[in-house]
């Protein structure tokens, strides 16, 4: 409103304009003065700029993909002291927003005939402790190329992806790799379940023997059931949120990779995630393991 009455201000003078819009000529006369002399602006007012810088840095710093709560908690974490309502309001005056999500593809091709472990999960995707269940899963993305394939491995306990690969194929190579990555990096002992779906990739010959090779006990879901792999889904849906669809059109593979990596490893170390406690993954199992080891001094 202000700028529109400087606008027009030389052709119809301040007082006429301001009889007309919903503004007295002293509120626009005294807000002119507070930007010529910012010592005369209220507390709020430089309260709010301070914030506002703080609130596009932090949602600049994240990718441009936080709404107003994650913001806020971002803000928190960095110790600033400001409600959630001043983020929101700020936020919806500065025209950010978070992404929002639309309908996960459906990549799944399932043989009926085809012999599958039992579901060892359940829908039940509680981990007390790292390694101890893996879900697994892939996605597409279009680019100017044809598709490219994404495959993700992500550790239940902190939600942390712990294995990706991408490729033009959707083939056993693509999700084996995927595994070969989680397993170099992370070293799994005995015990651990990876829950995949029905996908004729995760029940192939090479792969479930690889699963056997290093102990891994396999679980699948039911077909046509996404809430059957729905953690794996979840960490796929906010991929093609935050990165496929904020960063598109792709114009080949190699495009793809480099942001998939770039998205993996933010995602892993600072991304906040409200199901851990608004922390990132490898904090919380960095947190994990410092309690483990006061734990057994303790002892």
Request: glycine share 6%; charged share 25%; aromatic share 10%.
């Amino acid at each position: 409103m202000i700028d529109f009455i400087d606008h027009h201000r030389d052709v119809y003078g301040v007082e006429p304009i301001c009889k007309v819009l919903p503004i007295a000529s002293s509120t626009y006369y005294d807000t002119k003065r507070q930007a010529s002399e910012p010592s005369r602006r209220s507390a709020r007012q430089k309260h709010d700029d301070e914030m506002r810088s703080a609130i596009r840095q932090t949602w600049e710093a994240n990718k441009c993909v936080y709404g107003a709560r994650k913001v806020w908690r971002q803000l928190q974490r960095d110790q600033w002291q400001v409600a959630r309502c001043t983020v929101e309001r700020l936020m919806r005056d500065m025209g950010l927003r978070g992404v929002t999500r639309g309908r996960a593809p459906r990549t799944t091709r399932s043989d009926p005939r085809q012999a599958a472990p039992e579901d060892h999960v359940r829908r039940d995707f509680t981990a007390h402790a790292p390694d101890q269940l893996w879900v697994a899963d892939f996605t597409y993305v279009a680019s100017w190329r044809g598709f490219v394939y994404v495959a993700f491995v992500i550790d239940a306990f902190a939600r942390r992806i712990v294995g990706w690969r991408a490729s033009s194929a959707p083939n056993t190579s693509l999700v084996l790799d995927a595994l070969e990555q989680a397993i170099h990096d992370r070293q799994p002992a005995n015990g651990l379940i990876q829950h995949t779906d029905r996908g004729v990739q995760y029940l192939s010959i090479r792969y479930s023997e690889r699963l056997a090779d290093i102990g891994i006990t396999p679980s699948v879901g039911r077909v046509g059931s996404s809430y059957d792999n729905a953690l794996a889904e979840t960490v796929i849906g906010l991929f093609k949120t935050e990165v496929i669809r904020c960063s598109g059109p792709w114009r080949h593979l190699e495009a793809v990779e480099f942001a998939t990596l770039d998205w993996v490893d933010w995602f892993n170390r600072q991304r906040l995630l409200g199901p851990i406690g608004d922390i990132p993954p490898a904090e919380a199992e960095e947190d994990f393991y410092a309690t483990l080891s006061e734990s057994a001094k303790a002892a």
